[in-house]
Each structure stands twice: as structure tokens, then as C-alpha cells.
């Protein structure tokens, strides 16, 4: 008799995560380990942020809260949406949660029934495809690759659309790539989903400020699909707020209702505390917040110094992303090789090398979809960063 659900059963543990803990281990055996495995920025949530969280405790706003998120919390977002993103979503369109991985959960768990395809272009967030399993549904991979920046086209869209597609996952900035769609890109694939009035968009926001190539563009601006759009977003990234945990969901009315809904029976409302910070954060222009400012050009820097290092390793292809705080390289150079001792068979064989032999933990790419690839995370300091890259380069060039 199997206790475990199959349910459970069924899903795999996120390679993210995965990594994270085999780098932990190792720290905790002394070992100098560089994680760029992680997704998380490595700056501390700014003064006035940490200062509403505190005032909250103070003030003793630490009692159970509304399913939905407290009204002032959901004003904010929505006013937050009306300045950033030029969007018009009433307090009751919005969803507070757990983090935005929680909002992503709760609205495919709300849209789709079993045997409903959702339509989710390749590399994607590692937790997609088994939030899908957990709501019955099935995942339609479109392939794309770095000679194309990772982005699917209108095209691959219209061709992967079947008359049991229920969602389209879209993600800009993305991870694992750090690819961005443009106003144009998006008006595009808008006009595909505008053709197919069954069809609803989950669009994973998160990392909207961490953004090189200007002002971000939200799918749902484009008034003839915007009640099929689902928003999600959070201040884990933008805010540097990773353990806060507060994400939301912009939505049409009834899908909100129905997120209220399966929230209520599975964690109620978010930490009291937890929102009450977030509330400072949606109140805070990220054009006027010299902490939100610095952390972008910080990561620009680093962007740019690990695109140049990354360049000097022979076999070593990138492209330079727009978005996010990762690099997305291909690595099919090295497939097949050997140091004398370990052959190289697969991604995950390269990441398990380079952890063994350099202490250096990456993600592979098969976790996103795409074999062949890893993900670098650049949310570490230029130090590391300089240091991780170089231990690489002289594990690589032992492989022949």
C-alpha cells in the first residue's frame, strides 16, 4: 500500500531548490562553496520597508487577516498598477498571497480542469510544470533558444493552441533567461489570444523592476484580452523582500472571487506583518528609491562583468539578457567529454562536476526544459562573481 499520494508522488523537488540545499551541505562541511544556484537578491529589503514591518508589530496589526489581503494593501496595488503599468484593476480584482508562487498556483488551480493544456514556451520556471500536474492539467512546451533570445513567436503560439488550451504562461522578465517582450512582441501574441476567446494568460511579472531595456510592458494592456489576463507579481525581487513572502494576482472579478475562495481553505490570508510592509513597498516609486535604483545598477554591472568573463571560456555560448539576474548559457560544447576520470553525459552531469570539482553550484538547464543549458545566477556580490567564474574556467578546460 503506498501511503504518499499520487498526487505527491508525481512531483519532483524544485532543481533550484535542490541545488541550494546540496550547497548548504557542503557549506556546513566547511567547504567554500559559491552559490549561483539561488534566486534571490543578495541586497537587504530597504530602511523604510523594514521600518513599516516593525511599526506593524508595534502597533499590534499581528492578528489574522482578510483571505484576499487587507483593503489598504489592495488599494495600494492597485494604485501601484495605475503607475507603473498604466492599468485600471479595482481593490477587488486584487488576490494577496503567500508570495507569488502561491498566486501562480491558485489561479491555474482555478482555471484549469483536468486534461486542459496549458500552453508554456521552454526554458520555464522550474515549478510550472508541476503546478500544472497538481491541477490535472497538461503542459504544451514550445521550444525556443538562445539564437532567438529565448522568446516564442506569434507563430509558435497559434501553432501549439489545440481546442483543449485552456492557459498560456508567459513570464517577462524571465527566469531562467532574463529575456524581455517588447510592447510590439506582446501586441502580438495578444492578437493570437485575441483569435481564441477560450483561451486565459497567466503572466508572471516578478521580476518587472529588474529590467535593462527600459520601461516594463504588462500582455495585459491590451484591452481586448485584458479580462483573460491573470497578473502576477509580488515584491520578493524588486523589493529585495524574498522572505516576506507577499505576492498578488490582478485578475477579473470572478477569478479573484474564486482565488478567495480556494485561499480560504488552503492558507487564509498572508502575515499581517508581512502586508503591512508590502504596503510601504507599493507606496514606493521605484523611479524615486535610490535602494531600488542601486540594486538595478548593481545588477547591470554584474551583468556586464559576467557576460564579459563568460566570453573567455572556449564553448562557453551566451547571450546578454534584459531582465532578471541570470545568465542562460549553452553548453552542448561540452556534452560528451571527459577530465580522464568523469565523462560528461548530460547538463546535470555538468553541474554536479563543477559543484564537485570548483564548489560552484548552477542550475541545469533539463530543470527549465531546455538540456543543454545552465543557469548562472548573478545575485552575488563581483567578488564571488569573479571568483566562481574563474574556478569554471579552469574546471572546463580539464574537459577534452
Known sequence: MNTISNRIRNLSESATLEMTRKSRELKLQGKNVINLSIGEPDFNTPGNI???????INENITHYTPVSGFKILREAIAEKLKRDNALDYSFDQIIVSTGAKQSIANALLVLVNPGDEVVVPAPYWVSYPEMIKMAEG???????????????????????????TKVLML??????????????????????????????????????YINYSGKHE???????IKDRVVIINGVSKGYAMTGWRIGYMAA???????????????????????????????????????DIKG??????????????????????????????????????????????????????????????????????????????????????????????????????????
Open 218 to 224: 504588462s500582455i495585459a494592456q491590451f484591452d481586448s
Open 252 to 290: 477579473r472579478a470572478d477569478i479573484a472571487k474564486a482565488c478567495d475562495t480556494l485561499q480560504g481553505q488552503v492558507t487564509s490570508g498572508a502575515s499581517s506583518i508581512a502586508q503591512m510592509a508590502a504596503l510601504e513597498a507599493m507606496r514606493t516609486d521605484p523611479e524615486n528609491s535610490e
Open 171 to 208: 513570464n517577462t522578465p524571465s527566469n531562467p533567461t532574463g529575456s524581455y517582450y517588447t510592447k510590439e512582441e506582446l501586441k502580438e501574441i495578444a492578437g493570437v489570444v485575441e483569435r481564441h476567446p477560450d483561451i486565459y494568460v497567466i503572466s508572471d511579472e516578478i521580476y518587472e
Open 295 to 400: 540594486m538595478v545598477e548593481a545588477f547591470r554591472k554584474r551583468r556586464n562583468l559576467v557576460k564579459s568573463k563568460l566570453d573567455e571560456i572556449p564553448g562557453i555560448k551566451t547571450n546578454l539578457p534584459d531582465g532578471a539576474f541570470y545568465f542562460y548559457p549553452d553548453v552542448t560544447h561540452y556534452i560528451g567529454k571527459s577530465d580522464g576520470t568523469t565523462t560528461i553525459r548530460n547538463d546535470n552531469d555538468l553541474c554536479l562536476y563543477l559543484l564537485s570539482e570548483t564548489l560552484v553550484a548552477l542550475v541545469p538547464g533539463s530543470a527549465f526544459g531546455t538540456p543543454g543549458y545552465i543557469r548562472l545566477s548573478y545575485a552575488t556580490s563581483e567578488e564571488n562573481l569573479l571568483d566562481a567564474i574563474g574556478r569554471m574556467k579552469k574546471a572546463l578546460a580539464k574537459l577534452n
Open 50 to 56: 523594514k521600518e513599516a514591518g516593525i511599526s506593524a
Open 138 to 164: 497538461k503542459m504544451v512546451e514550445i521550444p525556443t533558444s538562445i539564437d532567438n533570445n529565448f522568446k516564442v513567436t506569434p507563430e509558435q503560439i497559434e501553432d501549439a493552441i489545440t481546442e483543449k
